[in-house]
């Protein structure tokens, strides 16, 4: 069964830059699309972007067109993010999660990782 393990997160000045992993186990990740969602507090989840399993890269949020960008090495089973000139707005816990195609949507994706935290700020 798929399990995901988000790492990576942090605390990061603003301007500064972080890469989350998504690291799966107990199948192979390269068979999913894996999209990343954050989670700020007393806000909903919100999708930021997603990697298809064929590399394709959607982002979700405007916001970080330009800024984040995805990456995936199916021999290590896992999944990036990798986020530059962060900014305050960006601080949320970062989910990965699993489904065979992209979407936008939190109930699209059955298989969720448990998040990781990041902060930014001077």
């Known amino acids: 069964q798929l399990q995901l393990v988000e790492s990576g997160g942090g605390l990061v000045q603003p301007g500064g830059s972080l890469t989350l992993s998504c690291e799966a186990s107990?199948?192979?990740?390269?068979?999913?699309?894996v999209g990343w969602f954050r989670q700020a507090p007393g806000k909903e989840r919100e999708g930021v972007s997603c990697i298809s399993r064929t590399g394709e890269i959607i982002n979700f949020t405007d916001s970080v067109q330009g800024r984040f960008a995805g990456s995936r090495d199916n021999a290590k089973n896992t999944v990036y993010l990798h986020m530059t000139n962060l900014k305050p707005e960006d601080a949320a816990v970062y989910y990965c999660?699993?489904?065979?195609?992209?979407?936008?949507?939190?109930?699209?994706?059955?298989?969720w990782g448990r998040g990781t935290q990041v902060t930014v700020s001077s």
């Open positions: 999660a699993a489904d065979l195609e992209c979407s936008p949507y939190v109930w699209s994706y059955d298989v």
């Open positions: 107990g199948a192979t990740l390269g068979y999913y699309a």
